[in-house]
């Protein structure tokens, strides 16, 4: 279970995985990297009507979770509520899926 992302070898910036070359400086070196899984939860959805293969789980929380290392990613979230601003880390990744839960530690800012 890891999160990774590609990082631009040229200009230093973290990028999505769906890249194949660096938005910023268009440079191809870009080379996989691990992130810590560590975040805070940067908006939330909560989905009653879900897609069939996931009816039986509804209602669950969609969460965009901006990471520390400065992305976003889409994840679902296994908290009972979610606010924003809310630390959170990666639990699980299932069928490519994020699954995010409430940070163990949470630190004051
Ligand atoms: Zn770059």
Redesign the pocket.
């Known amino acids: 279970m890891e999160l990774t992302a590609k990082h631009?070898t040229?200009?230093?910036?973290i990028h999505s995985h769906d890249k194949y070359h660096?938005p910023?400086?268009?440079?191809e070196e870009l080379e996989e990297r691990q992130l810590s899984g560590k975040g805070e939860v940067y908006s939330y959805t909560k989905i009653y009507a879900a897609p069939k293969q996931f009816a039986d789980q509804a209602p669950f929380f969609v969460i965009l979770v901006h990471l520390e290392e400065g992305l976003k990613v889409t994840a679902r979230y296994s908290g009972e509520k979610v606010q924003i601003g809310e630390k959170v880390e990666l639990e699980s990744i299932v069928n490519r899926a994020y699954h995010f839960q409430p940070a163990m530690s949470k630190t004051a800012f």
């Open positions: 631009c040229h200009c230093d910036q660096c910023l400086c268009f440079s």
